[in-house]
């Protein structure tokens, strides 16, 4: 998370930004706070055994 935050400043150093972590199923975390968001963002297909499809199992439940 340091990284990440580091990383931020630096590319972007005028942006506010906030980090925490928190414990919680992926979809469902992402879901309740992009209830609010005008835009979610979410990375590429993860490592699973389902390579042929197009979306992971997290922006399938963030695109329904």
Do not use: N, Y
């Not at 835009?39 to 390579?51: E, K, M, P, T």
């Amino acid at each position: 998370m340091h990284d990440a935050a580091a990383a931020v400043k630096r590319i972007a150093p005028g942006l506010g930004f906030q980090t925490r972590v928190e414990v919680s199923a992926d979809a469902w975390l992402l879901e309740r706070e992009s209830a609010t968001a005008a835009v979610v963002v979410v990375g590429s297909r993860g490592l699973g055994g389902f390579a042929g499809l197009p979306l992971g199992s997290v922006a399938l439940v963030l695109s329904s």
